[in-house]
């Protein structure tokens, strides 16, 4: 039995999320169903985390077992000739270890959400970027930002119905940076709660248009409770951008990727 690691970038407007769901199309179950066409297996997929209906992945990673003879780097090759364009493998090698777990041994994960600030929103991207017409001022967003950073109790930045256990969360990077008419928050931690990126950026967008400050950030993280936080912000406009791990990190694979000669 060999373990093989994939990368795997998708749009996730056409789908119900990571994982399989009863009410529509999962990317999980889209890529099983790949692996069945081309090993002829029942295969079972384990990812780095679940993401949202409607949520972006640039570099999701998961794991499977396969009794397959196809050289662990081909996979990607092999299986972005079953899948939609809107899901592609972007690189696949073996596990670093014969008891790699894609989820447990997690390291840091890098989310992005993605703001258009203009006064007409963008056909182009539409379903990836969120758009305010209104002005966004950059350092109050960043001031805001900053607040985040640490070990921090986020109760009131995860939805209701979350299921977490605990709620103490450390982030280590949470900065905003503009790049033309769009605006970037990138942020990095452990671990994230159900919705938690998304309500951190609810919760800053008010700042940054001037209705809040950040004082709320700090009473929001001093009494934890959801009503002190702000909106859960759209879902199309977060992607999971990168995973780190003791023995790989995305950033490093994607950069290796190289044309190949004909």
Known sequence: MNRIVLIIE??????????????????????????????????????????????????????????????????????????????????????????????????????????????????????????????LDLDRLNEAAALFLGEHDFAAFKAINSSAVTTVRTICRAEWSREGDYLFFDVAGSGFLYNMVRIMVGTMLRIGMGYDDASVIENALRDPSRENAGDTAPAHGLTLWRVEYDEFDTDDILAGNSLQKP
């Open 10 to 135: 998708y749009l996730g407007t056409n789908y119900v999320g990571w994982q399989v769901q009863p009410n529509g199309v999962s990317v999980q179950e889209v890529l099983r169903a790949a692996l069945k066409k081309l090993t002829g297996e029942d295969i079972s997929l384990h990812a780095s985390g679940r993401t949202d209906s409607g949520v972006h992945a640039r570099a999701q990673v998961a794991h499977f077992d396969t009794e397959s003879r196809i050289p662990a780097d081909k996979f990607a090759f092999a299986l972005n000739t079953y899948l939609p364009k809107d899901i592609r493998i972007k690189a696949s090698f073996p596990a670093p270890s014969p008891d790699f777990h894609a989820r447990f041994a997690v390291r840091k994960k890098h989310y992005r959400y993605c703001v258009l600030n203009t006064l007409h929103d963008s056909a182009m991207t539409a379903d990836r970027a969120l758009h305010i017409h209104y002005p």
